[in-house]
Every structure is written in structure tokens, then in C-alpha cells.
């Protein structure tokens, strides 16, 4: 059933073919509609964002080149080919590392930040409302599909209005709930028959259509064509794209060609991995993983040896990254199996190390296992006969080993590793190669000297890492929450607010600058922040509940009691956010629903001292002072002494008639800083 359409949201328009679902978007979308094709083959990941960009920004670019140029991180990783017309984005040492020297890779969170900011330079553009058609949604890749999910949660439709068109299935994901939630749906009705066409027309059509035509006659016609007429007409299409020039043919059409033309286990594979390295480079690991697997496939495991483990290493790097890490050790182990080579074991070794220290599920990770493995790692790396690349790949390899040696909390000996990794490429490496991990091994060694608490020497690495890498923002967060472990909280913002300048928005940024903010009593800007950091991630949890709880402090009741609910929707077993809702009803005077909220709370976390002190003050207000007393002894059992629940565990004492132990609590409340002084002596008074 379609539901009822309003101005006021987002659309999809649903339907099986492509040509119904158009004709009914001409009857709805403004003339000056953006409309772009989502489907993956065209042009792999951000199909359909860069599409949108690249019909966007050379118009707004010569009326606002600023606001391009704010956003060009994003932007240039959307629509790379709009490299010629804007000037290049600083580059940082994950960027610019080539081949092995390529020793970080981007994480999956990072692709998150992409469409944010996107969001942000769409609210920006002058010139009022504007409407994007995304065709081919359930085609998309994930790239597309995460860019729309936060694009329609985000967009105010009366501001960037959506349509989205689909096939008639339910989308699945994150994208399928979005699409629930945000959108109305209208069905395209079928259009009339197709004229008739001959056999070589239909899969003449689908292989001009690069493969996305949804008329089921053309596949089945081109799986009956000719082969070699159908691999002449394959090379060609490649041809034409390749002439074209555009780097997103290179990562979705031309595979496709090419792996359908007269050459696939040549041309086909060289083209597979051309966009396999480029998608493994920039994060974009579920088009990683489909080129890697396609190339590995086709590659003759006898004949072409470093192909075939090209394609298995990286399909399996990114499958890592997308949380398919059994499928990933499949693939090394049938490397390890494979060949008796010294290269391929030293390489599997540390990735069989990561699986197990890292990557596999929780009851799954061995750090002894893993151990054995990076030991074996770093035997093998000590072989290598060049002197340069010896020292390189035994650095490398015992950066891994001191990863797992932190796992099993061996922190001087994790320490000892990177420390002698640094020195042993400083002194055995040209000062040109090998930049990017010199920064990895400096940045391992700050992390480590924070887990032993030599924050000094933390912060001096930090120092130097930045200044070797002066454009990764994760750098500058990192560095602000040494700052702030230091207690240099303005060093801290400065850091927070730089990284934000960098490239699109993440909520830790937010949240960091928001708490320090609330630390110096800046309570507006604090929730300004939080609410920020909630609109990037509803569901970051540490946002959620600090925002709530300065709502209620700030006496927003119905902004934090709205709050409340939404994160308790998204966790439902949130001990913080029950407890905020407790006292949410206390401010309301509603006893039962605030002792419920509390007790739930400590269900969910029966170490939550804050809940035990509300339940307190509740069973205070209550005249059960015995209780408040039980209450307010187990939260001092879980917080050690504090004054204030001293003097309110005397103070409750003293209610309940026993002045004794009531005198007891405010001497102890007395010797501790912190301590309402004046208060306090007025209540031993009283004991007295």
C-alpha cells in the first residue's frame, strides 16, 4: 500500500522498471530537478553522489567558491573528477603512501563523514529549495546507500526535497528503515509493452546500458548471444569510457567490460585491480571486496602467483573492514596453504594476528594465538635479504606484535617494540620512505606512553606525529584529549576546533568540545554541541546521555524529557538514561515512575551509584530514612568517600535518630576536600 503524500517529506517512488518509475517522477518532479542514477555499475562507489555533485558545484563554485572549497575533502571523494576544476585538498601521508608503503587504511566510521558533509554544503548553496531524484537506489553501492540513509534523516524536505526510486522489494539496512521513516511512497504504474526488437538489439542494449538495464529480455539475450560478437562489443564500450577518461567508469563500467571482453583474465584483471587499489585506498570496502573476489576468480592461482594474492590480501582486507572476518581468514589460510613462500606467510602471519587479537568475535580472539603468529611474522621479516626493506618489514611486523602484546596488557614490552621500531627506521631507512609508517609507529607510541600515564611523553609524540602529518584530524583529536588529561583544557579546544576545520564533520569532535564546554559551565554550548554531535550519530550513546541530562539541568524539561526518549528507543537497557528519566519524574512529582526508572536503571547496572543516591533522595522525601541510609551506604561502596554523600548519608542518619553514627559520617565528610564546611559543622551541632 502506498501512503498518503505530503510537500512536507521526502518520496519514493517504487517500481520494478526503470522507465515507469521516470515517467512517473515527470509528474511530480520540478523542472529543475536533479536527477542521477544510483546503480552501482556505472561508476562503483558514490555513483549517484557524485552525480549529484558534479551537476552542483561548477555552477556554485563560480558564485560561492568558498563554500567549495570549505567542502572539498568531501566533495573531491564523491566526484574525484572534479579534481580539474578545483584546486587539490591537502594531502595527508595515508593519501600520499604508495604500494608497501601504504601501511594504514582508512576505517569503516570514516565513510560516514563523507555525506555529512555533503548535508552540510547542500543547506549552504543560495538560491532556495532544490529536488534530487536518486534512480536505481536498491543498486547503489554502500556508499550510496549509507549518503542517502543520513541524507534523509538529515535534509529538511522543504529545504533539499528527495525522491528516491527503488524496485518494489523492501530495501534492506539502515537504508530500508530510513526510507520507512522519512519517506512516502508512491507506485509507478507499469507502462505499455515494449516494441518488439530482435535478439542482437536486446543484448546490444543491455551491454551499452554497461549492464544496469532492468528489462529482463536483454540480460537473457545477451546470455544467448554470440561470445565473440558479444566480447567485440564489450571492447568496445570499454573503449569509448576509457576515452571518456572519467575516474568512476574505471571502477564500475570498464571491470565490467573488460572482464566481458575478449581479454578477461588480461585486460579483465588489470582493470579489476586498477579499481580494487583505488576503493581499498580511499575506505570504500564493499566495492573492495566485490573487485577483489571478481579478480581473485579470474586469476590462475599456478600462472600468476602475486595476482592471486593481490586480489585474495585485499578482497580479504576489506572484508575485515565490513565484519566478515571468518570469510577473511578463509582466504589466508588458502594462501597459507598455497604457497610455501617466506613473502606470503610473513604477510598472512600479521593478518592472521590482527583476526585473532582484534577482528574475530569477542569468544573467538586468542591473544596467545595471535602472539605466535606476529612472532612468526617478525622470524620471517629478519630473512629478507635487502638491508632497507629487512628493516622496514621487521618494524612493521613487530608493530603488530606490540598490538597484541597491549591486548594481553604487556605494556613495557609493546612499548619497547615501537620505541625500537622508530629508532630502527630512523636510522636503517632513507629519510624519504616509509613516512606514513614512521607516523603510525610515532602515533603507537604516544597511545602506549597514555596507557602507562607518561602523559608528558604522550604529548610530545603527539607533537611530533602532527608535525609530520599536519592534515589527519584524528591526530588533532587525540592530541586535544591529552590536552585535556593534562589540563590544558583552551590547548583542547583549539585541537577540536581545528580538526573540525579540516574535512566533514564527526561527532567525537562534538562531544569532546562539548564536555569540555560543560566542564567550564557553559551549558548552552555544551547541549548546542551534544544536539550537533546527536544530528551527525542519533545513536552516540555518551552524546545522548549528556545532552539529556544538561537539558534537565538547564530546567528544558520537555527538550530533555524528548531526549530521553529517543535514546531510550535506540537503548532501551541504558542505566544513564533511565536514571535521567527517574529524575525527569521527580521534577514532576511523580514518585512511582521515578522509583520504577531508578530500579531499572540498576538492573541494568547495579553499579550505578547515581541511581542508588536518586533512589535515596527519593526514599528521604518519603520519610523512610532507614532506606535512605541502606541507599546511601551501598553508592558510597561504589564511588569511595565523597562528601556530599556523606553528609547526606549523616543527614539521613540523623532523621532516622542515630546521631552517633549521623556524627561519624560528618567527620569523615570534614577531612575530605570538597567538603560544605559551614554545613557541615551546623549538622554535628545538631548531633550533639
Known amino acids: 500500500m502506498a501512503s498518503p503524500v505530503s510537500d512536507h517529506r521526502h518520496l519514493r517512488i517504487r517500481g520494478d522498471r526503470a522507465n515507469d518509475r521516470d515517467r512517473t517522477a515527470r509528474t511530480l518532479l520540478p523542472a529543475d530537478a536533479v536527477r542521477v542514477d544510483c546503480h552501482r555499475r556505472l561508476r562503483g562507489p558514490y555513483t549517484g553522489l557524485g552525480g549529484l555533485l558534479r551537476a552542483l558545484v561548477p555552477s556554485v563554485y563560480t558564485s560561492r567558491p568558498d563554500l567549495v572549497r570549505d567542502h572539498q575533502v568531501e566533495i573531491l571523494t564523491g566526484a574525484p573528477e572534479l579534481h580539474a576544476l578545483l584546486e587539490a585538498e591537502p594531502e595527508t601521508l595515508t593519501r600520499l603512501a604508495v604500494g608497501e608503503e601504504r601501511t594504514r587504511f582508512y576505517s569503516e566510521a570514516r565513510s560516514r563523514r563523507t555525506p555529512h558533509g555533503i548535508v552540510e554544503f547542500l543547506k549552504e548553496i543560495p538560491g532556495g529549495p532544490r529536488t534530487v531524484f536518486f534512480d536505481n537506489v536498491h543498486e547503489a553501492d554502500a556508499t550510496d546507500r549509507e549518503c542517502l540513509t543520513i541524507m534523509l534523516r538529515r535534509c529538511d524536505p522543504m529545504a533539499v526535497r528527495l525522491f528516491v526510486g527503488t524496485g518494489s522489494e523492501d530495501l534492506p539496512g539502515e537504508l530500508g528503515a530510513a526510507v520507512d521513516r522519512f519517506t512516502d511512497t508512491v507506485d509507478a504504474p507499469a507502462g505499455p509493452p515494449q516494441v518488439d526488437r530482435t535478439a542482437d538489439e536486446l543484448w546490444r542494449a543491455y551491454v551499452v546500458s554497461d549492464g544496469t538495464s532492468d528489462d529482463p529480455a536483454e540480460p537473457a539475450a545477451w546470455l544467448d548471444a554470440e561470445p565473440a ?87 580479504a582486507l576489506a572484508l575485515i573492514s565490513l565484519g566478515q572476518a571468518h570469510r577473511a581468514r578463509d582466504l589466508y589460510t588458502e594462501l597459507r596453504g598455497r604457497y610455501p613462500l617466506p613473502r606470503v606467510h ?127 584530524p584524528e591526530y588533532y583529536l587525540d592530541r586535544g584529549n591529552m590536552h585535556r588529561r593534562l589540563g590544558d583544557d583552551q590547548a583542547a579546544l583549539t585541537d577540536y576546533e581545528t580538526a573540525m576545520k579540516m574535512g566533514p564533520p564527526f561527532p567525537e569532535l562534538y562531544y569532546n568540545r562539548g564536555d569540555v564546554r560543560a566542564a567550564h559551565g557553559d551549558l548552552e554550548g555544551a547541549v548546542a554541541d551534544f544536539g550537533y554531535a546527536l544530528e551527525l550519530e542519533p545513536g552516540h550513546l555518551d552524546s545522548r546521555i549528556n545532552h539529556a541530562s544538561l537539558l534537565l539541568e538547564s530546567g528544558h524539561l520537555a527538550e530533555a524529557a524528548a531526549s530521553v526518549a529517543e535514546g531510550l528507543r535506540l537503548y532501551p537497557d541504558s542505566a544513564h538514561l533511565l536514571c535521567t528519566q527517574g529524575l ?14 531508578f530500579d531499572a536503571a540498576l538492573k541494568a547496572d547495579p553499579e550505578l551509584y547515581q541511581a542508588l543516591v536518586n533512589q535515596a533522595v527519593l526514599a528521604y522525601s518519603e520519610g523512610e530514612y532507614g532506606e535512605a541510609v541502606r541507599l546511601l551506604g551501598r553508592a558510597l561502596e561504589q564511588s569511595g568517600d565523597d562528601p556530599d554523600l556523606l553528609y547526606n548519608r549523616g543527614a539521613a542518619q540523623l532523621a532516622a535518630g542515630h546521631p552517633e553514627p549521623a556524627a561519624e559520617d560528618f567527620r569523615r565528610a570534614l577531612a575530605l576536600p570538597g567538603a560544605d564546611r559551614e554545613e557541615i559543622l551546623e549538622q554535628l551541632a545538631l548531633c550533639r
Do not use: W
Not at 571502477?251 to 580494487?276: K, N
Not at 612499548?415 to 602515533?443: C, F, M, Q, W
Not at 521534577?587 to 520504577?596: G, M
Open 229 to 315: 560478437a558479444r566480447a567485440a562489443a564489450h571492447d568496445a564500450r570499454a573503449a569509448v569510457l576509457e576515452e571518456d577518461g572519467a575516474v568512476g567508469h574505471t571502477l564500475g563500467a570498464i571491470p565490467f567490460h573488460r572482464e566481458h571482453g575478449s581479454d578477461p583474465t588480461g585486460a579483465g584483471t588489470a582493470a579489476l585491480r586498477r579499481a580494487l587499489d583505488y576503493c581499498v585506498d580511499l575506505g570504500f570496502y564493499a566495492a573492495a571486496a566485490d573487485l577483489g573476489l571478481r579478480g581473485y576468480a579470474l586469476t590462475d592461482p599456478e600462472t600468476r602467483q602475486l595476482e592471486y594474492c593481490h586480489f585474495a590480501a585485499k578482497a
Open 346 to 472: 610473513m604477510s598472512t602471519s600479521y593478518n592472521m594476528a590482527m583476526l585473532y587479537t582484534r577482528f574475530l568475535p569477542k569468544e573467538e580472539l586468542d591473544h596467545h594465538l595471535a602472539r605466535a603468529y606476529a612472532s612468526n611474522g617478525v622470524a620471517l621479516a629478519a630473512l629478507t635479504e635487502d638491508l632497507e626493506d629487512r628493516a622496514f618489514y621487521t618494524v612493521f611486523q613487530q608493530n603488530g606484535l606490540a598490538l597484541v602484546e597491549m591486548h594481553l596488557g604487556h605494556l613495557k614490552t609493546a612499548l619497547k617494540l615501537v620505541a625500537e621500531g622508530v629508532d630502527r627506521l630512523n636510522r636503517e631507512t632513507h629519510p624519504d620512505k616509509y613516512r606514513l609508517h614512521k607516523s603510525v609507529l610515532i602515533h603507537n607510541r604516544a597511545n602506549v606512553y597514555a596507557g602507562m600515564g607518561m602523559l608528558k611523553e604522550s604529548m610530545a609524540d603527539f607533537d611530533t606525529v602532527i608535525a609530520l602529518d599536519p592534515h589527519y
Open 584 to 597: 525527569l519524574a521527580l521534577e514532576r512529582e511523580d514518585a512511582d515512575t521515578a522509583r520504577n526508572s
